[in-house]
């Protein structure tokens, strides 16, 4: 039900975006821009104010829904990192598509969402910090989940070897996710004020 609502989302950002670039050019409006030359990317870092979609893919490409060239954003890749930076009241919307992403990390108000069917990974790793937020349905032979400060996690699908490290004001919701192995670091007020007398 999730992957359909979030699939109708995006096609009527898609053809909302293409209806408005061609009646109203004079216009800011919003429109699809591919990006050309990324590829061979393996992770994702995500700061400010995005809403990231992965899904999995043999072909890379990284699509952005808004006007990118005149936005105030960045979107760069340098060695296998593919770093998404905007901070404008707008969320800047990507989608990402590859077979070799092993990590996502995002920060502030960033959201990361899986697109599809399940994100398919052999290593699958998670890092959110301050407000960031993920809705991911994965299936993952080995993930590590990290959720600093007030992050949100969302998780479904399947997972063999899971490991969880969790500040205590970040909340996890996983009751649609399946696990063999389970691994969980709790950080909380009281071992991170622990003063050795």
């Not at 994702?44 to 979609?53: A, C, D, F, K, R």
């Not at 969790?166 to 996983?174: H, N, Q, V």
């Amino acid at each position: 039900m999730k992957t359909r609502i979030l699939t109708i989302a995006i096609l009527l950002v898609t053809l909302f975006g293409t209806t408005k670039s061609v009646n109203a050019a004079t216009t800011k409006s919003s429109v699809i821009t591919t990006l050309a030359g990324i590829n061979n990317i393996n992770k994702i870092e995500v700061h400010g104010n995005v809403e990231l979609y992965l899904s999995d893919g043999n072909t890379e490409s990284v699509k952005v829904y808004n006007q990118y060239y005149g936005e105030n954003a960045l979107i760069q890749n340098h060695n296998g990192v593919l770093s998404i930076a905007s901070y404008k009241t707008e969320k800047l919307v990507v989608w990402v598509t590859s077979n070799n992403i092993t990590s996502v990390t995002a920060f502030d108000n960033a959201e990361i969402k899986s697109f599809g069917n399940n994100l398919s990974k052999i290593e699958f790793n998670v890092d959110l910090h301050n407000n960031a937020n993920a809705n991911l349905n994965l299936d993952a032979f080995s993930a590590k989940i990290s959720l600093a400060d007030q992050a949100k996690a969302n998780l479904s699908g399947r997972i063999d070897e899971y490991f969880l490290s969790k500040d205590i004001a970040a909340t996890l919701t996983s009751k649609n996710l399946v696990y063999t192995h389970f691994t969980e670091n709790k950080v909380n007020i009281n071992e991170a004020e622990l003063v050795i007398l």
